[in-house]
Antibody, heavy 115, light 112 residues
Framework: EVQLVESGGTLVQPGQSLRLSCAASGFTFSNFEMTWVRQAPGRGLEWISSITGGGSKNYADSVKGRFTISRDNAKDSLYLQMNGLRVEDTAIYYC?????????WGQGTLVTVFS | DIVMTQSPDSLAVSLGERATINCKSSQSVFYSSNNKNQLAWYQQKPGQPPKLLIFWAVNRDSGVPDRFSGSGSGTDFTLTISSLQAEDVAVYYCHQYYSLPRTFGQGTKVEI
């Protein structure tokens, strides 16, 4: 059974940094593209970044230059380094196993940026 | 970027009645290489992550009740719940995986 468990979400102030982690299990992690999707409180879904098994990365314009996605295939883990956080980055961040459509989602981790 | 626009934003349907949600993409999401539309539908209930319902615009995921169906091609798509059940109260999103950035519709809230 595929499991994705996010961690690292917390309350931070604008301008601070945070690193989110996602522990994956139940599948051959290195074979799959992985994605971060976020959802602001009461709002819709926003794709923010993806990384292929080989490490090729893509970012939404809203986070480009501030966020960095990475993975450790030996540890079956996905990461999101978030720098220069803004109030508008407040959201639940979901780790998603990519495969064109998004079948497997984690439960999400809440990041709150408050001034 | 492909903009996904859903309509309506919300709808109230009686139990047992049909619910229809529309999704329009700003450009075609039909992929000629595999002859499929790169569109999925998700259901999200409060406090939960989204759940996949439909992929390739028309294929129901395993375990999804057959009252859910997807249709459409190119730029215009529809999710239909043929006979609304109480457990179908949720927000529904369409999603294009044709190109980056992946984009979602704004969501449609279905209520009884």
């Amino acid at each position: 059974e595929v499991q994705l468990v996010e961690s690292g979400g917390t309350l931070v102030q604008p301008g601070q940094s945070l690193r989110l982690s996602c522990a994956a299990s139940g599948f051959t992690f290195s074979n799959f593209e992985m994605t971060w999707v976020r959802q602001a409180p009461g709002r819709g879904l926003e794709w923010i970044s993806s990384i292929t098994g080989g490490g090729s990365k893509n970012y939404a314009d809203s986070v480009k230059g501030r966020f960095t996605i990475s993975r450790d295939n030996a540890k079956d883990s996905l990461y999101l380094q978030m720098n220069g956080l803004r109030v508008e980055d407040t959201a639940i961040y979901y780790c998603v196993k990519d495969g064109w459509w998004y079948y497997n989602w984690g439960q999400g981790t809440l990041v709150t940026v408050f001034s | 970027d492909i903009v996904m626009t859903q309509s309506p934003d919300s709808l109230a349907v009686s139990l047992g009645e049909r619910a229809t949600i529309n999704c329009k993409s700003s450009q075609s999401v039909f992929y000629s290489s595999n002859n499929k539309n790169q569109l999925a539908w998700y259901q999200q209930k409060p406090g939960q992550p989204p759940k996949l319902l439909i992929f390739w615009a028309v294929n129901r995921d395993s375990g999804v009740p057959d009252r859910f169906s997807g249709s459409g091609s190119g730029t215009d798509f529809t999710l239909t719940i043929s006979s609304l059940q109480a457990e179908d109260v949720a927000v529904y999103y369409c999603h294009q995986y044709y190109s980056l950035p992946r984009t979602f519709g704004q969501g449609t809230k279905v209520e009884i």
